[in-house]
């Protein structure tokens, strides 16, 4: 499954972690391709053929034994890779191996052992190594360039080697003659597949960006619409629905770690009289100060802040008691009183008052059962003109 967008990607770290994602996939293609395709020539040189040239033998084995040493390596030494390029490097050191194993191949038809097979199989594996490492660049030549220079190489002297042999003195043609054309046809095979190797490589590179980068505005999309669920358009802090998401995430962990976990609810007044006198403008100016100040007396990472509704927030604090709740809400009130007193005073002759209700989460509470506690406490805080702390497990 492809991984998905998370908060902290920008466009660019997404992209590679899809190629990331995408190159893994090719290892797996690009290894089971190589053996697949070493195992059928093997089988064909030692199990279809009577006489097999020593020569061969060594060649085949040595190639085994390169790619297995070199595969070996790769898996001792790739933790010692720096870890922000580390798939990078491997799917260069993958692409080398097996592009030059490959290669090797093509000194069999040099040493009297001619595979019509190999062509056929050295094909497959261009079109494998193409689409396996695509998304990568330098991988992808690092795999098919070898096997194509080697083709050209042993295709070239073994087209000299038949020439040479049938080179008639009355044809009356010089030598550069008779080997020109043979040469020439050979480079020009070799050349077209590096033409078809690069572009088939470019499309599709080209569909992979372009559908990652599809992706990630899409995921990108939903991302922002879900985190706009999630928060008060006005102030910043979290909402009411992420306020209940939260509360069933720490209940469970309370209880499956069997902490300790406090809630604490704030009651602002009087905002609701200051929006009513002095504008919606004013008020809203007003509640972002306060959430702002309440942001700042929240500092634990994962203190939860969160608006209920107009003049009502709240705090959930995990590994937390009722006393240090408490010291919670004495810094939150206080900070509250810093901010707005002047503001409110002066305009409408009224004190602030921060009325502040903590609540203590008890193994045998559902989740349901504490948010309905809590509501209904919050309203029936006392109606007085000075702060208040009302704290009870639930």
Same mark, same amino acid.
């Given at each position: 499954?492809?991984?998905?967008?998370?908060?902290?990607?920008?466009?660019?770290?997404?992209?590679?972690?899809?190629?990331?994602?995408?190159? =893994?996939?090719?290892?797996?293609?690009?290894?089971?391709?190589?053996?697949?395709?070493?195992?059928?020539?093997?089988? $064909?040189?030692?199990?279809?053929? @009577?006489?097999?040239?020593?020569?061969?033998?060594?060649?085949?084995?040595?190639?085994?034994?390169?790619?297995?040493?070199?595969?070996?390596?790769?898996?001792?030494?790739?933790? &010692?890779?720096?870890?922000?390029? =580390?798939?990078?490097?491997?799917?260069?050191?993958?692409?080398? !191996?097996?592009?030059?194993?490959?290669?090797?191949?093509?000194?069999?038809?040099?040493?009297?052992?001619?595979?019509?097979?190999?062509?056929?199989?050295?094909?497959?594996?261009?079109?494998?190594?193409?689409?396996?490492?695509?998304?990568?660049?330098?991988?992808?030549?690092?795999?098919?360039?070898?096997?194509?220079? &080697?083709?050209?190489? @042993?295709?070239?002297?073994?087209?000299?080697?038949?020439? %040479?042999?049938?080179?008639?003195?009355?044809?009356?043609?010089?030598?550069?003659?008779?080997?020109?054309?043979?040469?020439?046809? !050979?480079?020009?095979?070799?050349?077209?597949?590096?033409?078809?190797?690069?572009?088939?490589?470019?499309?599709?590179?080209?569909?992979?960006?372009?559908?990652?980068?599809?992706?990630?505005?899409?995921?990108?999309?939903?991302?922002?619409?879900?985190?706009? &669920?999630?928060?008060?358009?006005?102030?910043?802090?979290?909402?009411?629905?992420?306020?209940?998401?939260?509360?069933?995430? $720490?209940?469970?962990? &309370?209880?499956?770690?069997?902490?300790?976990?406090?809630?604490?609810?704030? %009651?602002?007044?009087?905002?609701?009289?200051?929006?009513?006198?002095?504008?919606?403008? *004013?008020?809203?100016?007003?509640?972002?100060? !306060?959430?702002?100040?309440?942001?700042?007396?929240?500092? =634990?990472?994962?203190?939860?802040? *969160?608006?209920?509704?107009?003049? $009502?927030?709240?705090?959930?604090?995990?590994?937390?008691?009722?006393?240090?709740?408490?010291?919670?809400?004495?810094?939150?009130?206080?900070?509250?009183?810093?901010?707005?007193?002047?503001?409110?005073?002066?305009?409408?002759?009224?004190?602030?008052?921060?009325?502040?209700?903590?609540?203590?989460?008890?193994?045998?509470?559902?989740?349901?059962?504490?948010?309905?506690?809590?509501?209904?406490?919050?309203?029936?805080?006392?109606?007085?003109?000075?702060?208040?702390? !009302?704290?009870?497990? $639930?």
């Amino acid at each position: 499954m492809a991984p998905l967008l998370t908060t902290d990607m920008d466009g660019q770290s997404y992209f590679e972690f899809q190629q990331y994602f995408r190159q =893994r996939q090719g290892w797996k293609l690009a290894s089971l391709t190589f053996f697949t395709l070493l195992l059928l020539v093997v089988v $064909e040189v030692f199990a279809v053929r @009577s006489m097999v040239p020593p020569v061969a033998e060594a060649i085949l084995l040595g190639i085994v034994a390169f790619v297995l040493v070199a595969l070996a390596a790769l898996v001792l030494l790739h933790q &010692a890779l720096p870890a922000m390029r =580390r798939w990078q490097w491997i799917s260069t050191a993958l692409a080398a !191996i097996y592009g030059l194993g490959w290669a090797g191949l093509f000194a069999l038809p040099l040493h009297g052992t001619h595979l019509a097979s190999v062509a056929l199989y050295s094909d497959l594996f261009i079109i494998i190594a193409v689409i396996a490492f695509f998304s990568y660049r330098s991988a992808t030549y690092l795999a098919v360039l070898p096997v194509l220079l &080697a083709w050209l190489v @042993s295709d070239t002297v073994l087209s000299n080697t038949a020439l %040479s042999n049938t080179l008639l003195p009355s044809t009356g043609l010089s030598e550069t003659h008779t080997f020109g054309m043979p040469e020439a046809l !050979i480079f020009f095979t070799v050349l077209v597949r590096v033409v078809m190797v690069i572009m088939v490589r470019e499309y599709l590179y080209y569909w992979f960006h372009s559908s990652v980068w599809h992706g990630y505005q899409e995921q990108r999309l939903r991302l922002e619409l879900a985190n706009v &669920a999630l928060i008060d358009p006005l102030t910043g802090l979290q909402n009411h629905k992420h306020f209940d998401i939260v509360m069933e995430r $720490e209940v469970l962990s &309370a209880r499956r770690d069997n902490t300790q976990l406090a809630v604490v609810a704030l %009651s602002i007044t009087p905002l609701r009289w200051y929006g009513m006198t002095y504008g919606q403008d *004013a008020a809203k100016a007003l509640v972002k100060r !306060i959430g702002r100040v309440l942001r700042r007396g929240t500092f =634990r990472p994962r203190d939860f802040l *969160a608006r209920l509704n107009g003049d $009502e927030f709240v705090v959930v604090l995990p590994d937390t008691d009722i006393e240090g709740a408490k010291v919670v809400v004495a810094r939150l009130q206080q900070l509250v009183h810093q901010s707005c007193d002047t503001v409110i005073h002066q305009r409408l002759k009224q004190p602030v008052v921060v009325k502040g209700l903590v609540m203590e989460w008890q193994p045998d509470v559902s989740v349901h059962q504490f948010k309905q506690a809590l509501s209904t406490q919050l309203t029936q805080l006392p109606a007085q003109d000075v702060d208040t702390v !009302i704290w009870q497990p $639930e």
